[in-house]
C-alpha cells in the first residue's frame, strides 16, 4: 500500500478520456441541427402565452361591457370599458326589456399572431366571449 501525493487510481485518471478518431465536432454538429427546431419551439410557446393571455382580456372586457350595459342600457358606456380594455374590436349588447331581465354582452377580438417566425405559421385567432347580467336600468 502506497501513503503519498500521486500515488493509487486517482492519480491514474487525472487525464480525461479522448475521443476516438473523427467524433470530435460531433456535438457541436448535433447542437447545430438542434438548436433551429428549439428556437422555433420556443417562440410558438411565446405565441401561445399571448393568445392565451387574449383570452382572458377577451373574457375580462366582457364581464366589463355586461356590467357597463347593466346600468348604461345605451351600450356606450360599454363600448368606451371595452375600447380602454382591448383598443378596436367589435362589441355587441342585446338589451334587456324591463329591470331585472337578462342582458347579454359579446365581444370578438382578433388576437394577431406577430411573434417572428411562427407568427407567419399560426393564423390570426379570433377570440369571442359573452356575458349575460341582469339589467339594473331601462
Do not use: K, N, Y
Not at 22 to 29: L, R, V
Not at 65 to 70: H, L, V
Not at 72 to 78: A, H, I, T, V
Amino acid at each position: 500500500m502506497t501513503f503519498g501525493i500521486g500515488g493509487g487510481r486517482a492519480a491514474r485518471r487525472a487525464h480525461p478520456r479522448r475521443s476516438p478518431r473523427g467524433e470530435s465536432g460531433q456535438a457541436t454538429a448535433e447542437f447545430a441541427l438542434v438548436l433551429p427546431l428549439v428556437v422555433v419551439l420556443v417562440l410558438l410557446v411565446v405565441q401561445l402565452g399571448f393568445i392565451a393571455r387574449d383570452f382572458v382580456r377577451v373574457a375580462h372586457a366582457s364581464r366589463a361591457a355586461a356590467r357597463a350595459a347593466s346600468v348604461d342600457p345605451s351600450g356606450d358606456r360599454s363600448r368606451d370599458v371595452v375600447r380602454h380594455l382591448l383598443g378596436e374590436t367589435s362589441v355587441e349588447i342585446d338589451p334587456a326589456g324591463d329591470i331585472g331581465e337578462p342582458l347579454t354582452a359579446t365581444v370578438r377580438f382578433v388576437s394577431r399572431t406577430e411573434v417572428p417566425i411562427v407568427g407567419a405559421l399560426l393564423p390570426d385567432v379570433t377570440i369571442t366571449d359573452s356575458t349575460t347580467m341582469a339589467a339594473e336600468q331601462v
